[in-house]
């Protein structure tokens, strides 16, 4: 191909894979540190939502503290059904989240029966249907919105249990709720399993402080999650930049102490 690159003495190019090596060391110890941080992290977040079960509240299942609707989806062979002003979840969507907006809309006429379809702020969404991690997980809406058939829409009696307290429930039950009904095969949930599903039922006032506490100790632990994110990408960046500069001639074993912009991993 007529490509002509440096090659060092066989002497310096041991040297820098030394070095590469040195470098990669370091860098691999730092991943093995944020992989550490992320695992503290997750452990953190199960015990917050332990606390909304630490005390033995009574149970009550999910149709008695609220009513429970199974969506649609409009056909995709008529265009007139789609691209309306109608909010639309898929039940990817639906991944311990608040709803404010959604990846597609739909029309008046794909909406149907608007009653049962149309649902307002503070409906918490159940994904029912999925392999991966969507089945068993939940979100809450902020919007009026419609919802595919993949997903249940529990429209919560608000003078007996809060919308945000029973998200967390669902969220701390994740795992228990994937299986609920027929052990650990369960291939999916359906209206009634949802309407069977338990959770504690603390009074409004325990429900509403258990909410805040909550809510705040899970914003600074996903924003300590952010943190973790940006320092992996700034990992595995340092990883590409010392392989760029060893190739490039830039790195010599002088440099053993410093990248190209002389910071130490």
């Known amino acids: ?29 730092a991943e093995a540190g944020l992989d550490a941080a992320r695992a503290l992290s997750g452990s953190l977040r199960a015990a917050v939502l332990a606390t909304l079960t630490s005390v033995c509240w009574p149970l009550k299942q999910i149709g008695e503290v609220g009513s429970v609707f199974v969506g649609a989806t409009p056909s995709r062979r008529d265009p007139s059904l789609w691209n309306g002003e109608i909010p639309w979840v898929s039940s990817g969507e639906v991944a311990f989240r608040r709803i404010t907006q959604t990846k597609e809309t739909i029309s008046e006429k794909g909406l149907g029966n608007r009653e049962r379809r149309l649902h307002p702020p503070g409906t918490v969404l159940m994904a029912m249907i999925g392999e991966g991690k969507t089945r068993g997980q939940a979100a809450i809406l902020d919007v009026r919105a419609s919802h595919n ?12 249990m809060s919308p945000e307290f029973l998200f967390l429930c669902l969220m701390r039950q994740y795992h228990a709720n994937r299986s609920f009904g027929r052990g650990g095969q369960q291939p999916a949930l359906n209206k009634a399993l949802v309407e069977a599903l338990e ?6 006032e325990q429900q509403h402080r258990l909410v805040e506490e ?18 992996a990408v ?18 010599h074993p002088g440099t053993a102490g410093a990248t190209t912009n002389g910071s130490t991993p």
């Open 234 to 251: 700034l990992t595995e960046r340092f990883r590409v930049a010392v392989l760029r500069d060893a190739i490039a001639g830039r790195l």
């Open 199 to 204: 959770v504690p039922c603390p009074p409004l």
């Open 214 to 231: 909550t809510t705040h100790a899970l914003a600074v632990i996903e924003a300590s999650e952010g943190d973790l994110r940006s320092a």
């Open 1 to 29: 191909l007529g490509l002509r690159a440096p090659i060092p003495p066989l002497s310096e190019q041991e040297a820098i894979v030394t070095l590469v090596s040195e470098k990669f060391r370091r860098i691999d110890d």
């Open 149 to 160: 058939q993949n997903s249940a829409a529990i429209r919560v009696d608000t003078d007996v």
